[in-house]
């Protein structure tokens, strides 16, 4: 089992590798601001290992209208909401048919 706490996006979660960059960034940008009416920037990674995972991880996140300044202060949670709306957004531009 993987410790938790410290997850470094550049290290394989399967084989423990380590990369040096990216094969693939780009950017996620909240379609809602936060209670300060901020947009959260959410910079993502595709990697691949020297043995063939690929994964995608955080980069980094920035906070628009702010200073550029890391804000990870543990708020992974907001993170994956982030994600999911993105998701739920992509879907509806899809124009995909209700499941009913
Ligand atoms: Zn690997």
């Known amino acids: 089992m993987p410790r938790k706490g410290q997850q470094d996006p550049f290290t394989c979660p399967v084989c423990g590798a380590r990369v040096t960059d990216p094969e693939r960034t780009w950017t996620l940008v909240s379609p ?5 009416g901020r947009v959260t920037i959410t910079i993502m990674g595709a990697f691949r290992c ?17 200073k550029e300044e890391e804000e ?3 708020e992974r949670e ?3 909401v982030i994600t999911l709306d993105l998701s739920d957004i992509e879907s509806v531009d899809d ?3 209700p499941p009913e």
């Open 95 to 97: 124009s995909a048919p």
């Open 50 to 66: 020297p043995n063939g995972h690929t994964w995608k991880a955080v980069i980094k996140k920035l906070k628009s209208g702010g």
């Open 72 to 74: 990870e202060q543990g």
């Open 78 to 80: 907001q993170g994956d």
């Open 32 to 36: 809602i601001p936060d209670r300060q």
